[in-house]
């Protein structure tokens, strides 16, 4: 062996302790083993499955069923023994109540055919059940709609498809493969392009276009205005822009793709079509946006008032019952808790589950927790919530397995991460990527400066069934969410135990004209 220099092996000396202490997260084996053998054996997200989606069917921001769900996840709290369950209102919602009381659509000549339908939120009810001849707007621009004015008085108006069908030569489901994950985890140096190649300006003209199509309708006095939904088999929901107290919109529905194909095309073949037609909804005023909360009380002299917070959203569009989207989170979130609160933990910090609303008007159930706990957004004073805030953890992928974890940037969490899911290597979740994953409520959070993470899910008929009538119970894996629980109550408990917060993103102030501002 050759004769180390002294200076060389003092060196060596006194950094090898400093280098491994740096590399050694501790992680409580012994508790995670506890928590893998509970979900194995005593297992309730088929259950809780049930009572998400069939019970409690859909969850629309501010409507009458949503309300119905807030009374409901309270009391299951209660049930599962957690403490300080409350419905948090933490917003107004401007557009008001809406729900939907009656939707039947069918075409009637040449020949008699039911749809299924979806009436587009926040628009309003048919005089009763109509019946009469379809006029298809044919527009291109603001100048060809000028040729049909004064003739849409009381018609029943088809929109124009907005995309061509294309069958789909791509699985329904897949699970990523090793050579993709490893994909992920690389970093591109190209710079933020958040719509990739996406043609925005064109999009947007688009819209405006669909815009004042829609202004032309109401103002001719349309009866009703029938959509397609874009590319998909099934109708999918969606709302109108809509302020309570203002003129009820003119009424408005959704068909699938074929639906809306056939009849565009009799038409054009200058075949008269028909339909008849029932909508009834009703709308409310004085509505807020609810968040469900609930807690397992922290119990450390010193970090007992600390947070580690998990969530998913509650509220869902109208069709399904919002299985995928994202009742698929709250059940694995509300069966991170029950873990937890079975196994008898002792959080040294709080550990916190909230499910919010109006996640899909706008992040707005979230965006109003850091509102009125964590920063005001207009004097951007940060509130005692945010000194308190340790982590957010939210799952809004679909019902698909846990892979791994986004850091959103974050690259100083990345060796606790990669202690946190060693030990779930062996059921495929051990991938780490430096990138953002975006689109839902961590990033009201992430917007402020604080750790808040989204997991890397299988994708799982996501893109066919969210949004869709067809987002029911049977878009849920129940394997894939009993993992997902249980590695989310293993992270929550390691987080919560930890000596130190989670590391946060160097703060920055941030610059008012910035999009970070402009999201609240
Ligand atoms: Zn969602």
Redesign the pocket.
């Given at each position: 062996m050759k004769k180390m220099h002294l200076s060389a092996f003092l060196i060596v000396f006194f950094l090898l302790p400093v280098f491994v202490l740096a590399q050694t997260e501790p992680v409580d084996l012994e508790m995670i083993y506890k928590i893998k053998q509970f979900e194995k054996s005593r297992s309730q997200i088929e259950d809780i499955s049930f009572w998400m989606t069939d019970y409690l069917g859909p969850r629309l921001t501010a409507s009458q069923n949503k309300a119905r769900a807030n009374e409901f996840v309270k009391n299951k709290f209660e049930e599962f023994g957690l403490s300080n369950a409350v419905i948090d209102p933490v917003r107004p919602f401007d557009r008001g109540g809406w729900d939907n009381k009656k939707t039947y659509v069918a075409m009637t000549a040449p020949y008699y055919c039911a749809f299924a339908a979806t009436p587009v939120a926040w628009t309003g009810s048919t005089k009763g059940l109509i019946k009469g001849e379809v006029v298809l707007l044919d527009f291109q621009s603001l100048e060809d709609l000028e040729q049909y004015k004064g003739k849409l008085k009381g018609k029943i108006v088809l929109m124009p498809a907005s995309d061509t069908y294309e069958p789909s030569f791509e699985p329904m489901a897949s699970r990523y493969t090793d050579e993709e994950l490893k994909e992920i985890t690389t970093e591109s140096m190209a710079g933020r392009r958040r719509f990739g190649n996406f043609d925005f300006e064109a999009w947007r003209r688009a819209r405006e276009l669909r815009r004042a199509a829609t202004d032309f309708l109401v103002d001719e006095g349309a009866a009703l205005i029938v959509n397609s939904s874009g590319e998909f088999n099934v109708p999918r929901s969606n709302g109108a822009n809509y302020t309570a107290g203002e003129k009820e919109p003119v009424p408005e529905i959704n068909l699938a793709v074929e639906a809306h194909g056939r009849m565009q095309r009799l038409i054009q073949h200058d075949v008269p079509v028909e339909m008849e037609v029932e909508v009834k909804n009703v709308f409310s005023k004085g509505e807020f946006v609810n968040n469900v909360m609930a807690e397992i009380p922290g119990t450390d002299p010193e970090l007992k008032d600390e947070v580690v917070l998990i969530g998913a959203?509650l509220d869902s569009w109208h069709g399904g019952t919002g299985a995928a989207?994202?009742a698929s989170g709250c059940i694995v979130m509300m069966e991170a808790m029950r873990i937890l609160k079975e196994l008898g933990v002792q959080p040294r910090r709080t550990i916190r589950i909230a499910l919010w609303g109006g996640?899909?008007e706008g992040l707005y159930g979230s965006r109003g927790y850091v509102e009125k706990y964590i920063r005001d957004p207009r004097t951007l004073d940060l509130k005692p919530g945010f000194d308190q805030f340790d982590v957010y953890f939210n799952m809004?992928n679909g019902s698909g397995r846990y892979r791994g974890i986004y850091l959103q940037q974050n690259e100083m969490v990345r060796p606790v991460f990669e202690a946190w899911l060693a030990p779930f290597e062996n059921l495929g979740c051990s991938t780490i990527t430096i990138r953002n994953t975006s689109g839902?409520d961590h990033l009201s959070f992430d917007a402020v400066g604080l750790p808040a993470f989204q997991f890397i899910q299988d994708e799982i008929e996501y893109d066919r069934g969210y949004h869709t009538l067809m987002d029911t119970y049977e878009r849920l894996v129940m394997d894939d969410l009993k993992q997902n629980a249980l590695i989310t109550a293993a992270l929550v408990y390691l987080a919560a135990q930890r000596d130190e917060k989670l590391p946060a993103k160097p703060y920055e102030k941030p610059d008012p004209d910035s999009q970070r501002r402009r999201m609240f």
């Open positions: 959203h989207d994202n996640e899909e809004d839902t």
